[in-house]
């Protein structure tokens, strides 16, 4: 029996020294993003970074890691460019179920996310906006891809601040769901507001009626 | 005369250098979403990286890269999280004017940017037209910060794949611009639409005024 366990754990092994690997790229980009040490340490410090990433790539994927079954059953897509831990560009957004059948998520932006100087791109809060509204949808069990999103921009959000994302579910009708969600300041000023129309596959549903 | 412009040169010098460390992170960052090498490899490579971010902390900015008046006289943000070709984030996006009036750009998403398997993720277009839209607003002299944008995803949008965004205003009234753009493949087919309002600053239009 161990024998037969024993690849799975090692591939869990790998996965978590990966998502290691992820944040020390992430702590890295930060630094580059901010750095003030001069031309020749900087030059040196990309022959090193280039002879690392060579390393890395001896072995490489086409796609980064799949949206998968994870060993505990729940679904994860490590790769993923705005949640995956395996992903250096994910922030990554750590979403949790809300008590009010919506989800929430503890988020704080990084001066890597700077778009007007001092504050969070626009672009960027639009892409954390888009993530969380879809698992919204998910949580009301609707889960699809993005029909349309709309985004009105209330007030500046400030990185390295924790700030507050929400969104739930307000309507639902055949494959089409109707979400709101918000990035907001810990005592609820808005920042970021958002509506989305989400779309569940056909194929997606024909596939929940051939399991039930 | 030589030494007065010695410190600017050498100051150009320092973020040409930068720039090539943020493309070089850029291909670090899109090896490790791809990588396949062993865990001890990677537990190697992560102790490596985190002695080069303590070099490149050595001498640490508050804020990334400033908005600022470059040498020839044109707007730069190396820093800025979108088109900052000094921020490993950044794509980097690169804008030009377009014939038509509005702006244009060649862009081609990579397997960091990956959302629906094998797909781009929403957030990232998202993120890009936000961007994208705000340069269509200035290039019609109406520069601004987003009020609203709404994007309409049609297909799914394929990464290693080169793609043409446009932007281009469609209505200005006072203050407010309004601009439509969207992310295309190259025949033309396009993949998510988007439309925005933007809000020129009361400031800035005093500061236009004030210089006029």
Chains 1, 2 share one sequence.
Not at 35 to 59: G, K, M, N, Q
Not at 105 to 110: A, P, Q, W, Y
Not at 146 to 169: C, D, E, F, I, K
Request: net charge negative; aromatic share 4%.
């Amino acid at each position: 029996m161990k024998l037969d366990l024993a690849p799975t754990e090692d591939a869990e092994g790998r996965l978590a020294a990966l998502a290691v690997l992820a944040q020390q790229t992430r702590d890295l980009a930060d630094a580059v993003a901010l750095t003030d040490v001069a031309e020749d340490e900087l030059t040196a410090i990309t022959a090193d970074l280039a002879t690392l990433t060579e390393r890395l790539s001896a072995a490489r994927r086409q796609t980064p890691q799949p949206f998968e079954v994870a060993p505990d059953g729940t679904l994860r897509h490590l790769g993923n460019a705005v949640v995956g831990t395996c992903n250096p560009h994910a922030l990554p957004l750590t979403v949790e179920l809300d008590t009010d059948g919506g989800v929430r998520s503890e988020l704080t932006f990084r001066p890597l996310h700077e778009g007007p100087p001092g504050s969070v791109h626009g672009g960027v809060s639009a892409m954390i906006l888009d993530h969380l509204l879809g698992q919204g949808a998910a949580a009301a069990g609707s889960a699809g891809m993005t029909g349309t999103l709309t985004l009105r921009y209330l007030r500046p959000a400030p990185y390295n601040h924790p700030l507050v994302g929400t969104a739930r579910m307000s309507r639902t009708e055949g494959r089409k769901t109707w979400v709101d969600g918000r990035i907001a300041l810990q005592d609820g000023t808005p920042l970021v507001e958002a509506t989305g129309l989400f779309i569940t596959p056909s194929k997606w549903v024909d596939a929940v009626r051939g399991a039930g």
